[in-house]
């Protein structure tokens, strides 16, 4: 079965770090880029940060510095560290695995972060 599976979104207050996790099954995971994206209410859905299967990395610029996308492909699961957390960082946030052939998209968890 195909899945992403994200947990890790809290309460945060402005300031503090939460880390999320997408844990994949189904998918080919060491040859796939794994994203995180978020979407506010109201707003459209933004790429945060991206982590190729060679382990390159990319980053909208109002996370950078402060957020840090992780790969581990032994346990097919890829990570976002977010510390310094701003109220404008809540949005329900959604890991994406861009594989050969296939998109996959997880349900979302949602980052509330309040000031």
């Known amino acids: 079965q195909v899945q992403l599976v994200e947990s890790g979104g809290d309460l945060a207050q402005s300031g503090e770090s939460l880390r999320l996790s997408c844990v994949a099954s189904g998918i080919p995971f060491r040859l796939c880029t794994m994203n995180w994206y978020r979407q506010a209410p109201g707003k459209q859905r933004d790429l945060v940060a991206g982590?190729?299967?060679?382990?390159?990395?990319t980053y909208i610029d109002s996370v950078k510095g402060r957020f840090t996308i992780s790969r581990d492909n032994a346990k097919n699961t890829a990570s976002l560290q977010m510390n310094s957390l701003k109220p404008e960082d809540t949005a329900v946030y959604s890991c994406?695995?861009?594989?050969?052939?296939?998109?996959?998209w997880g349900q979302g968890t949602q980052v509330t972060v309040s000031s």
């Open positions: 994406n695995a861009e594989c050969p052939g296939r998109i996959t």
């Open positions: 982590i190729t299967s060679g382990g390159f990395t």
